[in-house]
């Protein structure tokens, strides 16, 4: 069976075409700059023993139906194609931001499920416009296949109220759902299923912290498989420090730039969200650019380094508390997987916590699950390649197979 999975954003469409007989990724690209007088397309064509074969356009490519039209063109191009016909694809996976509290799982497509996605608007303005609107042009372009969301908020609904409510009064939860609803689901389910299964134990028993650390940064603490609590809230702004966003700040920083410094919800909402975080300490949102200048001892880079990794270690540090015996610490994601500097920075001085890396295993690099730990540390450490795509496709799958 091919699953097509899409994630559709205000601009863009990232697309993987997945073959889910030996999950081999056939196919994946970007179509960017949707709208806009010159738009992108970057796709690539995978084979097991051969060379991958891309092909690059620039062309105005006018709304998001026109841009899934392309991607259905070059999925049956005569040298970068992996299809003869759109119907090949059984199943299409989409990603969707926010589920809310009405979805606790992926779910087919009907009318009911677009309906609540647009009424999750509100709570995430961005994503699920952009969300919906790649599910609307997915019925037209490929009409015979099988409609799957997958949320990354679903993983999360496990939380308790202790953990998900704000300290507010009641009517904001029960009239405006504001509450922690926690993003990166799909990520942290994926990653600790992988540790879990390495380590040999039951996932309905693993007791685990998992940390994803791409562009936007999450922690999530699981107790027998479920996530019970988790850093990001009602959107992806709080918890960690992130590339650009603040992560956790003290709110009347928000009522002093709106009173005194007579900035506009917008204006604030650009600061916290896109100018802040490493960008904001140090002008770069690029891990690898803030630990090649931390090495330079650049001032600003050793600072931003060192915010980013406390505030990791802060987390851990509750998570254990609210965990108990915990079986294993992740890390993954861009920086997760490729920075032994986060890693090790994150972790130092925490052998009193059975927390102890490994320097020398730290500072190997693999695309496998690999151990961290040192054979001192009682906590299992792992860096686990998170792949969204692939469980997005292992969900739907199993949904359509069902
Ligand atoms: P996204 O949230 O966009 O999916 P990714 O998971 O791809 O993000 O992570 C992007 C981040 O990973 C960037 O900050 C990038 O600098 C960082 N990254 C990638 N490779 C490395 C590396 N070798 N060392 C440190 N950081 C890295």
């Known amino acids: 069976m091919k699953i097509l999975v899409i994630n559709s954003g205000s601009s863009s469409i990232k697309y993987q075409l997945i073959n889910m007989d030996n999950k081999e990724v ?109 599910i609307l042009v997915a019925e037209k372009v490929f009409a015979k296949a099988q409609q799957v969301v997958v949320f990354d908020t679903a993983y999360h609904q496990s939380m308790p109220p202790h953990a998900f409510r704000f300290a507010i009064p009641e009517r904001f939860y029960t009239e405006d759902k504001l509450r922690v609803y926690g993003m990166h689901g799909t990520s942290h389910q994926y990653v600790a299923r992988q540790a879990a299964r390495y380590l040999g134990n039951a996932f309905s028993q693993f007791n685990a912290i998992s940390i994803h650390l791409g562009n936007g940064c999450s922690m999530t603490a699981i107790k027998n498989g479920k996530s019970i609590d988790t850093s990001m809230g009602l959107s992806p702004l709080p918890g960690l420090m992130m590339g650009t966003r603040s992560g956790d700040i003290d709110p009347t920083v928000l009522f002093y730039m709106g009173t005194k410094l007579q900035m506009s919800f917008e204006e604030i909402d650009n600061v916290l969200n896109k100018q802040s975080g490493l960008k904001g300490i140090a002008g770069d949102n690029d891990m690898r650019h803030i630990v090649e200048r931390y090495q330079n001892n650049e001032a600003d880079a050793q600072l931003a380094l060192e915010m980013y990794t406390y505030r990791i270690k802060k987390f851990i540090g509750s998570y254990l508390a609210i965990l108990g015996p ?57 860096v686990v390649p998170t792949n969204e795509e692939l469980s997005i496709a292992e969900q739907a799958y199993e949904l359509a197979n069902r």
């Open 26 to 134: 056939l196919s994946a690209g970007l179509v960017e700059r949707i709208g806009e007088s010159e738009s992108y397309i970057r796709h690539q064509r995978f084979f097991k023993d051969q060379e991958s074969r891309s092909k690059e356009e620039k062309l105005h490519i006018k709304d998001h139906r026109s841009g899934l039209e392309q991607v259905n063109l070059l999925l049956q191009d005569s040298e970068v194609g992996a299809i003869t016909n759109p119907d090949e694809i059984e199943v299409v996976g989409h990603r969707v931001v926010h589920g809310g509290d009405m979805f606790n799982a992926a779910v087919n497509v009907d009318d009911d499920v677009k309906e609540k996605i647009k009424a999750l608007i509100p709570l995430a303005p961005l994503h699920n416009p952009a969300n919906l609107e790649g």
């Open 326 to 382: 915990l079986d294993a610490i992740i890390f993954t994601a861009g920086v997760g997987e490729n920075s032994s500097l986060v890693r090790e920075m994150a972790c130092a001085d925490l052998e009193h916590l059975g927390i102890k890396v490994d320097e020398k295993k730290n500072n190997q690099r693999s695309r496998e699950i690999q151990s961290i730990a040192h054979e001192d540390s009682s906590i299992a450490l792992l």
